[in-house]
Every structure is written in C-alpha cells, then in structure tokens.
C-alpha cells in the first residue's frame, strides 16, 4: 500500500532519466510527500541538475528547485533500493525501428536493487510488447523472478509547453502485468495526477499511448492534404477547416509546414512496424506529412530566383513548434536542407531554440540582412512583434511565406512584402461572418 501519510515512513521512489518527462515526475512526487531519488546516467546532466540549471519550461524549474530545496528530491550518482522504480529514459529511433536499449540498460540498473513487492514503472513511449520483452526480459536476464514484483506501463501523455500542468491534471492510463499490478501503481501516480486514472494491462496500455498520436499524425496529414488541395482550387483551407470545425462532430487539425518533435512522427512507426500490411492509411498519413517541407520549398523556388547562387532564405524558427525550445525533428532542419540542395543560401534565426544542427543567427538583423525571402516556419510569439517596416529596410527582396497564418499579414502587406500562406488563397478571401 503506497502511502505518504506521516504516521507512516513516506514512500521512496526512485526516477530514472531526468529529461523532460523524469524531472518533473520525480518534483512532484516530492512535492507529494515521497523521499525521491532521482538518477541520470549523464554525469553532466546530473551536475548541472546539482548546480540548478534546470533548463526547459519555467514551471518544471520551478517545482524542481522547490523539491530540492525540501530536501526530498536527491539528484544521486548510485542508485539504492527503493520502494518503486521509475524509468522515463529516451527511445530514440533509428531508421524508424525504435531503441530500446535504454530501457533494457535502466531494467539492468534497478535489477539487483530489487526487493519482493517493489514496483517497477515504465513511462517511456513503447512499441506494443516492450513491458514483456525488454523489462521482464532484463529481469529475468539479471536472475530476477518478475513475479516477485509489481510491474507496470504508464505512458507519459504531456504536451510540451504545458508540463507541469498536463503532469496534474491529465488522465493516465496504467497497464500492470499481473492482476493488483496497475491498482498499485495507481495509488502512487494518484498522489500527483488527479485528472481520471484508468487501469487496464500492459500491452493495451503501451497501445493507447502509440494510437494517440498516430491520430493527430492522422488528423494532422487531413489537414495538410486539404491545405494542398484547397490552394489548386483557390480556396482558403483555412477558413474551410474552420467552417467545417463548427459540425458538433468535425475536429480537423491544422495544416503546417511539417509534423516535428520526438513524438508524432515517430510513434506511428511503432505501428506499422507492428504489421505493414494492415497499416496503409498510417503509413499514408505518415508520408504526406513528411513531403510538407517539399512543398514548401517548392513554393519558394517558384517565386525567388536562384539569380548568381547569392539567393538568400531566411528561415523563422528552428523548434518543432512555437514557443519550446525543442527542435528534435523540426521541419526547419528538412526545409534548409532541400533549399540548400536546390542551391539557396540559408539563414535560421530563433531566439528561443536551445541548440540546432547548424549554427543559428545571433540577430534578427543579421539574419534577414540582403535576404530574398522570409519563411516562418515557427510561429514563436515572439515573431509577432517583429516590425515589419525594419525588416523590409534591411531585406533585398520584400517575400514573406508562412506556413500558418500567425502574423498580422495585413501589416506585413502594408510594410510592402508580398505574402503568401500555406493552404491560402492566392487573393485574401472576405471576411468570416457569424450570424
Ligand atoms: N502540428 C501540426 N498541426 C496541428 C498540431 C500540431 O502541424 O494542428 C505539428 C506541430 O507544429 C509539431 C508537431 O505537429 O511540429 C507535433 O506537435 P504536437 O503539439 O501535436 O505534439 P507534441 O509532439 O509536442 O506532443 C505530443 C502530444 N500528443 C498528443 O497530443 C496526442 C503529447 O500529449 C504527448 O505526450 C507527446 O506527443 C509525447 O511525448 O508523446
């Protein structure tokens, strides 16, 4: 029985993997009452977490430094017994067949510490089957009897941007692999996570978590699809998604200039590795968004002129999307590399970025200086209050695409560019009516 009530000695879980999903859950579970141990295998990692560099969104720094204050949050450098495990370590994909061996690693860690009765959760996303094959695989590898303990899935389901919130309020699903297994691990996620939770097993619980965001891949590709189509008829898609939006049972997504992050374009995989053959409508959904960069540039090349091989493009925004400073997977990367290879110069400029695959401009100013066309691929808030007269006087040529609608395009028109938008109409469509 998981309990931090004070008649009793408070629960001691151990976190393993202290990214963007370990550190938080490690906080709050201190927050809540239990003595965390929370272990990294990068040294560096664990040093700046010592030293207070707690990087990401504000909120996860915030409930950090709060945890560790308390003394009930130890960033520790060997791991010890403890009550339950959790492993939020990463599984990286290599040509679309996941890795798994990060949490075969971390089982192997946590094996020899293991005592009857102790939990052990994964959170990390998993292709169907990961529970059994790899964690009660590395047990037993280890000389563990898996029987002995509570196993069990909780998939973490947090958007970035809003952890901390989403960590407090989402439902979670927990699969266990033997009966009482999930109910366990309920107890201890339920005193943080007070959203619904619902217990079901493992394999379904490693499912739900894939099929979540294989649907906005899905969803996602609809909108990109229309966003094509609605430009060779002349019709904003934009407004006809959001008309379509207003049917009680119609929920399309947004088109855009690619599906970016760690996630959404990677979970799919997870799928339609599972059975190639029964998995066409995923894999379709897959490749249309893949091809959104390309059809972005083509649009470029259409309208910038590759001139003496000076030609200049300015891309807005290298994280996947706006406001997080991520950019595992963003659609910029694709873009600059199919612009690069069609022979334009290229400039990436993003204040709020934390690291990129090539160096990103310092400045505004230095990025859009003699620059033939602006993308902005990210739409950061902060691109909102960007003067558009200012960049015009340093630009060569006044060309601003968008691959959403998310700056005052009026402005920019006025400010002399010519603008044109992903899934937009070449001419601006008459204003929306609501009656
Ligand atoms: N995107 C679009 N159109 C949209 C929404 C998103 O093109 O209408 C693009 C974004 O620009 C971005 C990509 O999709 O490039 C992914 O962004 P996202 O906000 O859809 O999702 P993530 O990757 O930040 O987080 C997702 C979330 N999953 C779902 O919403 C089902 C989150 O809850 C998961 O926890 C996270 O994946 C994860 O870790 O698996």
Redesign the pocket.
Same mark, same amino acid.
């Given at each position: 029985m998981i309990s931090t009530s004070e008649s009793e000695t408070p629960v001691k879980v151990t976190v393993l993997g202290l990214g963007y999903?370990g550190l938080p859950t490690a906080a709050m579970l201190a927050e809540a009452g239990c003595r965390v141990d929370g272990y990294d295998v990068d040294e560096r990692r664990r040093a700046a977490l010592r030293a207070g560099d707690f990087g990401g969104e504000a909120e996860v720094a915030s409930v950090a430094v709060d945890a560790v204050l308390s003394g009930r949050l130890r960033i520790v450098d060997e791991l010890a017994p403890s009550d339950a495990f959790i492993l939020c370590v990463p599984t990286p994909t290599h040509d679309h067949r996941p890795d798994l061996s990060y949490v075969e690693t971390a089982t192997r860690a946590v094996a020899p510490l293991l005592r009857r009765g102790n939990l052990i959760v994964l959170e990390s996303?998993v292709p169907p089957g990961t529970v059994e094959r790899v964690v009660v695989g590395a047990i037993r590898g280890a000389g563990g009897d898996p029987d002995s303990y509570r196993i069990a899935h909780c998939p973490?389901?947090?958007?970035?941007?809003a952890i901390v919130h +989403?960590l407090h309020t989402n439902a979670r699903v927990i699969g266990g692999r033997r009966p009482g297994d999930a109910e366990h691990a309920r107890d201890l996620y339920a005193l943080f996570a007070h959203g619904d939770i619902y217990v079901t097993d493992c394999v379904t619980a490693e499912l739900v978590?894939v099929v +979540?965001?294989t @649907?906005?891949d899905v969803?996602?590709a609809f909108?990109?699809e229309l966003a094509l189509l609605c430009e060779e008829l002349d019709v904003d898609a934009w407004e006809t998604i959001r008309l379509a939006n207003q049917h009680p049972r119609v929920s399309i997504?947004?088109?855009?200039p690619?599906?970016?992050?760690?996630?959404?374009?990677v979970?799919p995989h997870f799928l339609s590795n599972a059975n190639p053959f029964v998995t066409e409508l995923i894999q379709t959904a897959r490749r249309v968004?893949e091809r959104m960069p390309a059809a972005i540039v083509r649009r470029i090349a259409m309208h910038v002129p590759l001139g003496d091989g000076s030609a200049t493009v300015t891309l807005l925004g290298a994280a @996947?999307?706006?406001n997080?400073d991520d950019t595992r997977e963003?659609?910029t990367e694709r873009i600059e590399e199919l612009l690069r290879e069609r022979g334009y110069r290229t400039r990436v400029y993003d204040p709020i970025a934390r690291s990129f695959s090539r160096p990103l401009c310092a400045s505004l100013e230095e990025a859009v200086l003699d620059s033939d066309a602006l993308v902005l691929v990210?739409e950061h808030d902060v691109f909102r209050s960007i003067d558009p007269a200012a960049v015009r006087a340093q630009m060569r040529n006044p060309l601003l695409f968008c691959g959403r609608p998310a700056l005052d395009l009026d402005a920019w028109r006025s400010a002399g560019f010519a603008v044109s938008v992903l899934g937009a109409r070449s001419t601006p469509s008459p204003a929306l009516s609501v009656s």
């Open positions: 999903i996303t973490e389901r947090v958007i970035p941007g +989403e978590k +979540e965001n @649907y906005r969803n996602i909108a990109n997504l947004s088109p855009g690619g599906v970016g992050g760690h996630c959404i374009p979970d968004n @996947y999307k706006p997080v963003s659609p990210t």
